[in-house]
């Protein structure tokens, strides 16, 4: 008898192009080692997820008929006009402004499944095989792989504790337009507000000229600037910063990508956009060819808690949350990373996470003995700083690591923070003995 095996599969270009994301990776070591502290994981407090607000409105929405049905139905590509209208109030609050003093309307709102599939569509509209993004050096690798996923080129530009650096940011149009490559520039992507994985916001003084450089430098065609404001509500200390967004005063330039993920739930998953005017229809096509409109009944939950103001006092309540916990790391750092004398961090001022600067030759790949002492002995993980950076794979940072201080507890933390020194002692005292 003779067994023919079936066909190989032929798969698409895209598939070639679709990056194994390191997070399967750092899952399946959580899982692996389970008396681990996890500092890798990028996820929100399981303890503050506003399970009271959600099953309140929820309960509003399913007791009333009409809402009910209108919520439980398919909706609309861009999601519902009331709900953009509540999303365009609560962005004007956010810019400390009226709604008219915005300077767009609802029509240029696009509500997504988390902004992740904003930042996807965006991607998937902007860019053929080869164009290039310019992203922050280090940024939110997620977004990495989103580029790889449509075959363009991240081109990475360097940041200090301010942000991307407007004058790296010029050079390196300048010295993409010498090399005749500026026709390829499409976007340049930062993450505004405490930047996952360094913790850095852009200075609000750099905010306008990244637009102007934006601007400057579109001459065949529109650079667009994707500002992701993915943690603008987690700031727990000093006054909050108009956006990127607020700059770009005629709204061509800058789309603006927001999420409810991190300041109330991202089991909802609801993100929204806001778009240049000719954006707005290729955006909504194809999110079209997707999914026809992100569900309906998250969105509901969401504007009912905005309206109700519940939104605002949860919020307030999450920063005084992780206000603590970002304190406890600070502490831990203190405590624990200082006193080894070669590890650099910034205490951040928002968001989810503390950025390490080890020295070079302390690498923290998944391969490193660094990465490899800290998971298997000392049990914590964090994310490796190189998943971070773009470009040339030889020449990419690799002594850098992303401790989140979102799932630990206060307790967690200080024992992460603890776990890793001794890693790294470790690690720096074989590399002395030659061990
Ligand atoms: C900087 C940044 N942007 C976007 C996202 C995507 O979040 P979501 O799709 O849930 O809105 C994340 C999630 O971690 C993030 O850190």
């Known amino acids: ?36 502290v996890s500092l890798a994981a990028g996820l929100v407090d399981p303890t503050t997820l506003p399970t009271e607000i959600v099953r309140e409105t929820a309960d509003e929405i399913l007791a009333d008929e009409a809402a009910a049905r209108s919520a439980l139905q398919y909706g609309t590509t861009p999601g519902s006009e009331p709900v953009r209208e509540t999303l365009l109030h609560l962005l004007a609050t956010q810019e400390g402004k009226s709604v008219e003093e915005l300077g767009v309307g609802v029509d240029r709102l696009v509500v997504t499944t988390g902004s992740a599939q904003l930042l996807s569509i965006v991607a998937e509209m902007l860019f053929d095989p080869g164009d290039v993004c310019l992203v922050a050096a280090p940024t939110y690798f997620v977004f990495l792989g989103t580029l790889d996923g449509v075959g363009a080129r991240a081109i990475p530009v360097e940041t200090d504790e301010y942000g991307m650096r407007p004058d790296a940011l010029e050079q390196t149009l300048q010295d993409l337009e010498a090399a005749g490559e500026l026709e390829r520039v499409k976007l340049v992507y930062l993450v505004s507000e405490f930047e996952n994985p360094s913790g850095v916001s852009l200075a609000a003084e750099r905010r306008p000229q990244v637009v102007e450089l934006a601007r400057r430098y579109s001459r065949s065609h529109r650079i667009h600037v994707l500002e992701d404001a993915a943690y603008r509500e987690l700031r727990y200390d000093g006054e909050p910063l108009p956006s990127v967004w607020s700059h770009d005063t005629d709204h061509d330039t800058v789309i603006l990508a927001q999420t409810f993920s991190k300041s109330f739930s991202p089991g909802l998953r609801v993100g929204f956009g806001v778009l240049p005017d000719d954006l707005v229809a290729p955006v909504i096509d194809r999110k079209g060819n997707e999914d026809f409109g992100s569900a309906n009944f998250p969105q509901a939950v969401l504007q009912r808690a905005i309206e109700s103001g519940r939104y605002a006092a949860h919020v307030d309540r999450l920063r005084a949350s992780y206000r603590r916990k970002r304190d406890a790391m600070v502490a831990a750092a203190e405590r624990h990373l200082d006193p080894l004398g070669v590890v650099r961090w910034r205490r951040p001022e928002g968001g989810l996470y503390l950025w390490i600067e080890l020295p070079t030759h ?73 061990a």
Do not use: K
């Open 362 to 434: 302390l690498q923290t790949g998944f391969e490193s003995p660094l990465f490899q002492r800290a998971s298997r002995v000392d049990g914590v993980m964090y994310v490796p700083g190189e998943l971070c950076f773009a470009g040339d794979a030889a020449t990419r940072r690799r002594h850098h690591a992303r401790l989140s201080f979102g799932v630990q507890d206060e307790s967690g933390i200080e024992e992460g923070v603890r776990r890793l020194a001794s890693a790294i002692e470790h690690v720096l005292a074989s590399a002395t003995t030659g």
């Open 1 to 36: 008898m003779t067994t023919t095996s079936a066909p190989a599969l032929r798969f698409s270009q895209r598939r070639e192009w679709a990056s194994e994301q390191a997070i399967g990776f750092l899952m399946q070591q959580a899982v692996e080692n389970r008396d681990c």
